[in-house]
């Protein structure tokens, strides 16, 4: 028998709908997919090399350079993670822990945002777009406010956080959670019943549950096959299990239960955002740990013992006693891991990162076979990647 | 945090009676770590994933940790995550050789396809039987693995 004659079409690494640079290499009959194999590192700068070259707090700034539409999520897992490696998780101010939850709900929905805005845009739907990036627009003013930063926001501190709140951001952060939930239905209105959206996403890209097992996929993503995995609800972590929020599943694991679960996920933001500040205790955002976290800017001057710690700290950096830990944390994306070691240096020994697009996008070599050419913008839209986060 | 702490104690005692044969240690916040040999790491993992007690059904994470004092320098970690326990384990192995070897579990797995891709580019760790055994994220022709303790953060520092 004749060998079948396939097309090899090489989609990206500078195509509009990769958003970054992921390259993929099609091998299509007509306009089928046969197989895809994707080609990764264009955006490889080696983070993992150059934490092992830095103190525990001169990294902060490189994990806003992972997943860059969720840089609050990524400093927040690591910082978690380093606190973790200490053993001084439980002597964060209840004020810092607070606030750490809030800004990770409201990167969570920037996230979404971003997510939503783009994948819209790609399959035709450019409406959305607009309206999505005006909401971001929002959160972004509040992480500005809070830290001068719009993204690469590195904000929290090992042992809490680098700024409280300005006078009038808690009154601006309920105003948007007012504001947002209407503005959900808006895109909902716009998107969930609409034929094109739906014949463009349902059916499309299905992972059964047991295909989340098999590629170790995670985040929205295996909850929109119904595997009900959330590090903020298995395993919680920074207070998470005092709030209450649902955790919404799919059914039929294609692009458009995806969209709905991502959808809902923004509206159980909200909740726990308002949860957060209806309890959003006072006292202080920076704990008072001598070796570890910074002295009071007051103390410095008057005492020699604070001017002391200050230098060391400004100059050297902490000690982490030998420790190896590994830190799951729920970011937009998926599980967002740290694996620390120490060996009792000022510098981590080795800082491995799972990144949650990594093992996502993995699943596009089972999605992709059997569909269209015009799917696989789709199914790059519906696995949420961002390449920052996954090249490293 | 206690009922996390009780959870993962138990969770260890049922590892020392599941791998008998086998060091069972925990890491600092009590996440139980199996300490598995090269001949026995491949059933390890299969029965953490497969027991249906267990459930260990998530491939979080697979790198390396390369120790240069040891007799056995690489050592591979996998983080796994149980879909029926809220809990997480590793397991560890030692690669041996020249180049550093240890079993693949992309074989049966596809979780770890592209983590072991990674680990190989960055620790030119080799995973026998790997489907793909490619670089992941550095060109094909590269010809070092820049994780490894000695390779310099600028230029040739040699």
Redesign the interface.
Known sequence: MEKPRYLTLNMGPQHPSTHGVLRLILELDGERVVSVKPV??YL?R?I???AE?MTFHQFIPLTDRLDYTACMSCNLGYIWAVE??L?IEDRIPPRARTIRVIMAELSRIGAHLIWLGSHAADIGAVTVFIYAFREREFIYELFEAVCGQRMTVSYPRVGGLGFDLPEGWVEKCREFCKIFVQKVDEYEKLLTKNRVWIARTKGVGVLTAAD?????V?GPM?RGSG?A?DVRR??PYGGYDEYDFEIPLGENGDSYDRYLVRMREMRQSVRIIEQALDRLPGGPILADIPKITPPPKADIGVRIEALIHHFLLAAEGFEAPP??????SEAPKG?L?F?L?ADGGRKP??C?M?VPS??NL?SIV?MAPGGFLADMVTLIGTIDICLADI?? | MTA?ADMQQALVEKLRALFPDLTIAA???G?PVVLATRERYVDVVKTLRDDPALRF?????L?A??RPQDAEPFEV?V?L?S?TL???A?VKVRAAGDPPTVPSLAAF???????ERETFD?FGVHFAGHPDHR?????EDADFH??RKE?P?NGDEG
């Open positions: 990764l590192g490889h080696g993992e090399k150059l070259n973790r490696l053993g989340v097992a098999e590629w170790g995670t295996a595997v995995y298995v395993i420790a190896e830990i590994y830190f799951a599980e891991g694996h070691v020994f080795r491995a799972r990594f093992s993995q089972k090249d490293k | 996390q890491e600092s916040d996440k059904a998530i491939l979080s994470h790198t940790v390369h970690v983080r995550t879909l809220p809990a997480q590793a797995w596809r979780a770890a396809n592209w983590h960055m670089r992941i994220f550095l060109e820049p994780l390779f953060l």
